[in-house]
Each structure stands twice: as C-alpha cells, then as structure tokens.
C-alpha cells in the first residue's frame, strides 16, 4: 500500500466505549462509535434507506428470502426503530458484504492489445462504489463467468468469456489473410487460423506469467490471471513498496513478448516461405512486437505507463504524483490513438496499401480505434482512483469506526437491552454467557425490524448472530489489514475487542461502507 499522509478521522479525542454522548440504539442506528462518525445524526430518511439497505444484506440461511421481504416492508412502513415487520428467524449468520468494491488487487500487467484494464470490471466496481467484502471466487468460475483453466505457479488462470468473441474475429481474419497467401488450403484455412489464435493468447500469458513470477518473487500476492477482450491481465493483490520493482515488475512482460518475437523470428528463418509453418511463425512474431510496442506506450493503464510512474515515484518521491502523470499521459494516449490510428491506416503507414476515406475499411478502423482509446481512457482514469483509494485506505480505523456496546444475558428482552444501551451511551449490544464472555452479536437490523409492541416480549438472543472467529477484530486494525479482515467473514456486524481480550465495541459493516465512501470523496 502506497504511503499517505497521516489518517484523518472523525472520532472524537475519547476512544473508548461510552466515551459518546447518551443516544437511542432504536431511534438512532448506525451513528459510529465516538457519535460523530459515519451514519451519525442522519435523518429519518436516510436511517430509512441505511436500515433497507442493511436489510436486503441479510441473505445467509435458510428463508432468507422471506426475512428479507419481511424486513423491508417493515423498514419501509416508518422511521428506524419503529418498524412493524415480523421477527425475523434467530441465529443465522449474516452474510452481508460492507461496500461495494475491491478487493483491493490492482492489476499490473497489460499483455496484449487491450493492456491493463486497472482492475477489470470487478476491481472498478470496488474502487467506484466501495470496499465490498466479497469472498474468494468460485474453483470452477472466476467472476464474470471466466472458465478455470489451470494453476501455473499457483496463480488461477481464467479465460472471460470475451475471448470466445475475439477468438472468432481472430479466426475469420486470419483465415481471409491465408485464404490469399495459401489458396490450395480451402476450407481448412480456418483451422490453421484458430490456431493462430490460441497460439497468440498463449504468448499473451506468458507475457502475464512473467508479471506474475516477478510479483510472487516480491513477495506480492497474484490474485489471478484472466486472458480476456484485447489480452490479459495479471491482478496483483498489493502495490510494490519501491519504485524500481515497479518498473522490474512492468518491464517484463513487454520483455518476454520482445523475447517470443525473436524465437518466432528464428523459427519463420529455418522453415521455407509460403508454408503453413512459416505463415504461422510469422504471424506469431509480429503480433507479439505489437504486444510489445503497445505495452510500451508511456501511459496508464498499459506497461509503459507503470514504467513511467516508477520514474516519477523515483524522482518526486511520491507514488501518487507517478500515478497522476502516468495517467493523463494515458489519457492522451487515448485520444492521440482514437485520431491518429484511422489516419495511419488510411495513409499505408501501418504497411498497407493507401486507402480512400470512406467505406467499410475506413469505419472498421474507426471502430477499433474507438475500442481501444476507450480501454485506455477507461483504464486511466480507474488508475488514478485506485492510487486514491490507497492513498485514503489508512483513515479505515476500527477504533474509530467502532460503536460502544453493552453485553446482555441471551434471555435479556430487547426492550430492556436497549433501556441499557441508551443509559450508556451505548450504539449496539453483545451477548455474553454467565461468565461475561461474548457469545454473539445483536443484528441492528433485527432491532428495527421488531415493533415496539413486541419487543418486551422477545429476548436478544432471537435477534442475534452467533460469533465466529473471523468476527473478533481487533481495535487496532487500520486500512487495508482491516479490509481484508473483514472479507475474510462477511457479516453485518463485528465484535471489536482489545489485545488483551476486552469487549471494545461493535463494527458495523454499514458504517465502513460510509467511512470507505466518505474517504474516496475527498480530493487527494
């Protein structure tokens, strides 16, 4: 993660539970620890709208779809606190997911055409709308839908969907071009050109195993690999802690496609011309110069462009200034590429014959140029708000993110635990055993989904979520560390509890969504 500047916080100068002014866990959910947090002193609509969305989340066991549908009608028949929907079943595990966004990886490489993609659409999702906490993908799907295809270096390699399409534009062009060069093949002709497709994307994944071997001999975890639209992407978990393993780290997959196109070079020498073979190595080798040169290109989101932010990280001394740079140089790039490609076309400076303006030629050039400039622009731009979100990750503190709490017995009736929880302070409320040690955590959600009628006649212990081990954070998680903790158990709520074992408080995953959004919003 790339160094910040010291983390901003809205807590107040106590941190510790009870620390915030007196205020009603029922009437007022989702006001942080410290009471001048995320989700503090909203008004009803927006409690509303916080309880709705809390709601929709609770999607783990058995019914959950009709919890669900109780839940929000209840949410949307008044304001927080006094909902009239039916109780909801006791003890089932939230599954709910904090933000919306990334994970965390950003990827490095940029093989092929399409170069680096900043992410893909998950990682731009993540760093649009928030750290949603997602699981690991499934062993036979990546998301999206991508096909497991192997595990190189135990990095999961994914072939998207998109690859299909472009492998039978891939397939229909080439085989035009060998249809003129080699005639007697006939049909056959499409074959060999199939074949020339995959064998082109697997130089595209040695261009993205060579980041993934640079990665992982930097000790920086590779998430996976996905062959995909116009390349691949390699999706490297953590950002390099100094400027010259991010230029190593960029340079060498522009490299080993430098490397393919001599070995192809060298083995189009040793056949004879106008053969199957020699047409194949040839192709191979100056599709992979392309793969080379293009990576090249000093802008985000390609090679060159991470290349060029090494240098100015090294120069400035600031990550964030490399990324800046690289970036708008990118998005020139893409400009530069959506006006200048269809003209070197038409002119026959690509090696083509002159071409006239106008007719299909000239709009398929436009097309693919306008795809292309897109991904860069796209990939651009979703750089500078990774290099963003990093910036801002260590204002995420659990401390102060953290809600007080006070611990009731399971068979404490709700009405009663909130009567506490008001007299303290207090924001959330944990079951404990007889012994004082917590055994679960009571769903704000669940709260407010109990009218007021009923709530002396149902106990904590009906609303609440049973404690597992990856629900216990500790209070001095920050940032990117804090993240992944919760990623790693997905739940509405977390117990925060101190080094030595001491209730801290609650964590809701509501309110790192906010403090996640809230830190994305301010200016670098």
Do not use: C
């Not at 993540?126 to 699981?135: F, I, S, V």
């Not at 490297?236 to 522009?254: D, H, M, N, Q, Y």
């Not at 012994?435 to 109990?450: K, L, M, N, Q, Y």
């Amino acid at each position: 993660m790339a160094e910040g500047p010291a983390p901003g916080t809205d807590a107040t100068t106590d941190e510790r539970p009870g620390s915030a002014p007196a205020t009603s866990l029922d009437k007022a959910p989702g006001a942080a620890h410290g009471g001048d947090g995320p989700g503090a002193e909203r008004d009803p609509a927006e409690r509303g709208a916080a309880v709705r969305d809390a709601q929709e989340r609770q999607t783990a066991g058995p019914g959950a779809a009709e919890r669900q549908g109780a839940e929000r009608q209840g949410a949307e028949r008044g304001s927080t606190g006094q909902q009239g929907a039916e109780r909801p079943s006791s003890g089932q595990p939230g599954s709910a997911q904090p933000g919306s966004a990334q994970r965390d990886s950003e990827p490095v490489s940029g093989g092929g055409a399409g170069g680096e993609d900043a992410g893909g659409a998950h990682e731009r999702a993540r760093a649009e709308h928030g750290p949603r906490m997602t699981g690991p993908p499934k062993a036979q799907k990546g998301p999206g839908g991508g096909l497991l295809m192997g595990r190189p270096f135990g990095v999961p390699v994914y072939v998207a969907p998109s690859w299909f399409l472009v492998a039978a534009l891939i397939t229909w062009v080439f085989g035009g071009q060998l249809d003129r060069v080699l005639p007697e093949l006939g049909g056959a002709r499409y074959l060999v050109s199939l074949f020339f497709a995959v064998a082109f994307y697997a130089s595209v994944l040695v261009h993205e195993l060579a980041h993934t071997v640079a990665a992982l001999r930097f000790k920086l975890p590779v998430r996976r690999i996905q062959l995909q639209f116009f390349g691949g992407v390699s999706e490297i978990e953590k950002e390099s802690e100094t400027p010259g393993r991010e230029f190593v780290l960029a340079f060498v997959g522009p490299l080993l496609s430098l490397v393919l196109a001599g070995v192809f070079y060298a083995g189009m020498r040793a056949v004879e011309p106008g053969t199957v073979p020699g047409v194949l190595l040839a192709g191979l080798m100056i599709s992979n110069l392309i793969v080379a040169v293009f990576n090249l290109l000093p802008g985000l989101p390609l090679d060159g462009g991470r290349m060029l932010r090494a240098v100015v990280w090294k120069i400035t001394g600031k990550p964030m200034s490399g990324t800046i740079a690289a970036a708008w140089v990118g998005r020139a790039l893409a400009v530069s590429v959506l006006i200048g490609l269809p003209l070197l076309n038409q002119s026959g400076a690509l090696g083509g014959d002159p071409q006239e303006i106008g007719g299909m030629d000239t709009v398929t050039d436009a097309l693919l140029a306008a795809i292309l400039a897109a991904i860069i622009w796209t990939g651009a731009g979703n750089s500078l708000r990774m290099a963003r979100l990093r910036e801002h990750l260590p204002e995420l503190r659990a401390r102060t993110l953290t809600r007080r709490a006070v611990p009731v017995e399971s068979g404490t009736p709700l009405s009663e635990a909130l009567r506490r929880a008001n007299d303290a302070g207090a924001r959330a409320l944990v079951v404990v055993d007889p012994d004082g040690d917590p055994t679960a955590v009571v769903r704000e959600a669940a709260i407010v989904s109990v009218p007021q009628h009923r709530r002396p006649w149902v106990t904590v212990s009906g609303l609440a979520q049973d404690l597992t081990e990856g629900m216990r954070v500790s209070a001095e998680l920050s940032g990117e560390e804090l993240l992944d903790t919760l990623r790693a158990t997905p739940a509405t709520e977390y117990l925060v509890v101190e080094d030595s074992g001491e209730i801290y408080g609650v964590l809701s995953a509501a309110d790192v969504e906010r403090a996640f959004v809230k830190a994305m919003a301010r200016p670098s």
